[in-house]
């Protein structure tokens, strides 16, 4: 999407302070807290296939109009629109892709595939970057705007041809949401892997900033897409290594077609117990890069940034082996609505001090994640019992 790169930098150029760019986040996030679980159970009862379709077509809205009348509050009415497509996403991707893998008898292969999706998700930063730079130089914002608009077409047309695994008998809507709150409450292992998965999900809003990070570093503004690019690759380094990592740890005993296999203490278990210091590690680098103030602390994002996206991608592993009721959009969801509360420090906390009371929020999340002992909770390796 060419316009990522440079939307906060559109807002900026646009006249908006950097308090008006933070309350448009936050409308942002506002929005998905109040769609995201609805919308959750509208893709576990419906069609999660529809679902990514449809969030295609409104982003594409969003940014046409962002493109045709910008403002304050044209930027405010997109980001509705965007808030509402990344609603019907969110759970929704993450559940057609596990049930996908069950069907198959593969779902032991889940935090696989999730890390190479989001590691690929990661990459295509980089020609989008390179595109940014292109569009912007030759027409400017208008000329990104209506691209990016056109793309999100393209993707909701290419999200129709995905394969979606049959639901079998749908509850309703309302009894839908009920089973996946009532999971996400109820179930002690689904809580404690919820409200890390929300936590974590959450310090990402951190990438907002990147864009104007870069530009008060220094880095003229038509050279900020590429300048930021290391910290997309990054990012897609540490989320393809969680995934290998959590495959390389799988138990050597086969699981029953279609059930999560939980991983064996000698691979991946060792690597979970380093998920508080490894986001404290990336809260440090971080923080570092932000008293430089210098355009090689982008480096140094770069890296805690990998480290963080590795461990967003085992968090985002374990809930999804932990969950096991039919409203597995909606149980997600559940945590993306925890992410998008968590967002909110994250915008209120760079206003305060940018990235050094970002880091620190960063640093004090690992140490209570390490404290509370809820870094990232074992699925329960008890076998069913027979009918």
């Not at 405010?76 to 198959?104: C, I, N, P």
């Not at 300048?227 to 997309?232: D, G, N, Q």
Request: glycine share 10%.
């Amino acid at each position: 999407m060419p316009v990522y790169p440079l939307y906060a930098l559109l807002f900026a150029d646009t006249g908006m302070s950097d308090g008006q760019i933070s309350l448009l986040f936050a409308v942002w996030s506002t929005v998905a807290v109040v769609a995201e679980v609805p919308f959750g159970a509208l893709a576990d009862r419906f069609s999660r296939r529809g679902a990514l379709v449809t969030a295609g077509v409104l982003q594409a809205c969003g940014y046409a109009l962002w493109t045709a009348v910008p403002g304050f509050w044209t930027f405010a009415a997109g980001f509705v629109l965007w808030g509402l497509g990344g609603a019907l996403v969110s759970g929704a991707l993450e559940a057609l892709l596990h049930d996908g893998l069950a069907a198959v008898g593969a779902a032991d292969s889940f935090g696989l595939v999730l890390g190479r999706v989001t590691a690929a998700g990661l990459l295509a930063q980089i020609p989008a970057a390179l595109a940014a730079t292109v569009l912007f130089a030759s027409g400017g914002y208008p000329l990104v705007g209506w691209v990016s608009a056109a793309t999100c077409l393209a993707a909701a047309l290419l999200a129709s041809r995905l394969p979606e695994t049959p639901q079998g008998e749908p509850e309703s809507w309302l009894g839908t949401l009920r089973s996946g709150l009532a999971e996400s409450s109820a179930v002690p292992a689904v809580r404690r892997a919820v409200i890390a998965v929300a936590v974590l999900t959450g310090i990402d809003a951190l990438e907002e900033y990147f864009p104007l990070m870069a530009q008060d570093w220094h880095v003229p503004t038509a050279l900020v897409p590429i300048a930021v690019l290391a910290i997309p690759l990054a990012g897609a380094a540490g989320a393809a290594l969680a995934g290998t990592a959590g495959a390389t740890g799988r138990a050597g005993a086969a699981s029953p077609a279609g059930a999560a296999s939980a991983p064996s203490a000698a691979g991946a278990s060792g690597f979970r117990r380093r998920i508080a210091p490894l986001l404290a590690l990336s809260a440090l680098l971080l923080a570092l890069a932000g008293f430089l103030r210098h355009p090689a602390g982008l480096a140094l994002v770069a890296v805690s940034y990998g480290l963080y996206r590795l461990v967003l991608v085992v968090a985002e592993t374990r809930l999804q082996q932990h969950i096991t009721g039919p409203a597995r959009a909606t149980v997600t969801s559940v945590a993306g609505l925890g992410s998008e509360v968590a967002a909110y420090a994250v915008y209120a906390t760079w206003t305060l001090g940018e990235v050094p009371a970002v880091a620190a929020g960063v640093l004090l999340t690992a140490l209570l994640l390490a404290r509370s002992g809820a870094k990232v909770p074992e699925p329960d390796r008890t076998p069913a019992s027979p009918p």
